[in-house]
């Protein structure tokens, strides 16, 4: 008798990070079921992308996409409400983290996970990955080792699968790695880079001074790489 596969549900943006989890989960040897948000976010180019990152790993049958809009109703953040502006880096500066950014999407992360607990119980997943990271980023609150402790404790009681003792446990392969490793991880991996997006702004071609483009930016070069994607500033 043949073992059953085991499956994994992936948080996927379509930016480097989530799409690095991709292949960490695919290199674990987990069937991969992405699913991604439409919270009216300013870059919406994301969606597309995500489907084309599901597309390359041969995904694209289980790939979810959930509507999440009244998240842009609430707004509170430059990534909802088009009266904020995205902030500019100087390139020269260094990344700020001393303060939460106004990029900070209220229980963002927090509604993510609940969901795809939800999805990975229904499809019978043993585990959920999501990219975040405590190093590199950007100093908000619900990337934090502490937040992921706290939600898969809560997730074992919550779930039917977490009373009868099998939780999901949540997959946080890039937590405590450098944007330049998880470049290099996500090269060594083969994962499709050309094909994401991690601009706050949204447009074909991403700007290069958003937190988001600076970060990433600052990865590859770091990593000793060329980022792939066009940008109007580097």
Known sequence: MTSQAKK?????????????????A???????????????????????????????????????EI????????????LTDDNIAVPKVDV??????????I????????????????????????????????????????CRPEFIDKVQEVMALATKVGVEGKPITIETPLILLSKADIVREGTRMGVPYELTTSCYNGEEEACGECDSCRLRLKGFAEAGQTDPVPYKSR
Do not use: W
């Open 8 to 24: 994994a549900v992936i948080i996927l943006s379509g930016g480097l990070d989530s799409t690095t989890c991709m292949g960490f």
């Open 26 to 64: 695919r290199e674990s040897g987990y069937e991969l079921y992405p699913i991604t948000f439409d919270y009216g976010q300013r870059h919406r180019i994301e969606l597309t992308n995500a489907r084309k990152v599901a597309e390359f790993y041969g995904v694209a049958e289980r790939f979810k």
């Open 67 to 78: 509507k999440l809009g009244f998240l842009r109703e609430f707004g509170g953040s430059a």
């Open 92 to 101: 020269q500066g260094e990344i700020e983290e001393s303060e939460i950014p």
């Open 103 to 142: 990029t900070y999407v209220p229980g963002r992360n927090l509604m993510f996970l609940s969901i795809a607990t939800s999805y990975a119980e229904a499809v019978g997943a043993e585990a959920i990955y999501i990219g975040v990271n405590a190093l590199d980023y950007s100093g908000y609150p619900d």
